[in-house]
């Protein structure tokens, strides 16, 4: 059996926000237009089952405000191919896809978010891959003991 593993999943909410991902048919929407090489390898590697931080970017505060799970594993990105789309990538081609997705679905909100700042705050959270100067990456890995210091200060909000 393959260990589940934890990642972090950025989103601005203006685009789509946890809700929308709660509205989505069955809950569940794939995760497309990641055109970051080093975001993609993450979704590579993730397996079904994986646990998603949903984080929405470029809000007020930004915050980890949901939880999501991995329910279909790596494919080809079709927005890749689609000279329509924003994230239409003319280098990329059917034969060779250089963009992937996975499909994520909705677990739950969380009883309250969680800014950044707040996050910033834990000594225990130092070295989390979201806290480090100059993190942008959109998909990015949690280690076990970050995923249970946050579901911990959830419940108790220290």
């Known amino acids: 059996?393959?260990?589940?593993?934890?990642?972090?999943?950025?989103?601005?909410?203006?685009?789509?926000?946890?809700?929308?991902?709660?509205?989505?048919?069955?809950?569940?929407?794939?995760?497309?237009?990641?055109?970051?090489y080093q975001a993609?390898?993450?979704m590579r590697s993730m397996t079904v089952g994986d646990q998603v931080l949903f984080y929405h970017s470029n809000a007020d505060p930004p915050a980890v405000v949901g939880?999501?799970?991995?329910?279909k594993t790596v494919y080809p990105d079709p927005t890749q191919f689609d000279k329509k789309n924003?994230?239409?990538?003319?280098?990329?081609?059917?034969?060779?896809?250089?963009w992937d997705m996975v499909d994520i679905t909705y677990v739950r909100h969380l009883q309250r978010s969680m800014s950044l700042d707040e996050l910033r705050g834990e000594a225990k959270l130092k070295g989390m891959i979201l806290l480090q100067k100059g993190s942008r990456l959109s998909v990015q890995p949690v280690t076990p003991h970050e995923?249970?210091?946050?579901?911990?200060?959830?419940?108790?909000?220290?």
């Open 40 to 42: 993609r390898n993450f």
């Open 1 to 36: 059996m393959v260990p589940k593993k934890y990642w972090l999943m950025k989103s601005e909410p203006s685009t789509f926000s946890i809700d929308d991902l709660r509205r989505s048919p069955n809950r569940t929407t794939c995760w497309d237009g990641v055109r970051n």
């Open 86 to 98: 924003k994230h239409y990538d003319p280098a990329s081609k059917p034969a060779q896809p250089r």
């Open 147 to 158: 995923w249970q210091h946050i579901l911990n200060l959830e419940k108790t909000g220290a």
């Open 67 to 71: 939880i999501a799970r991995v329910v």
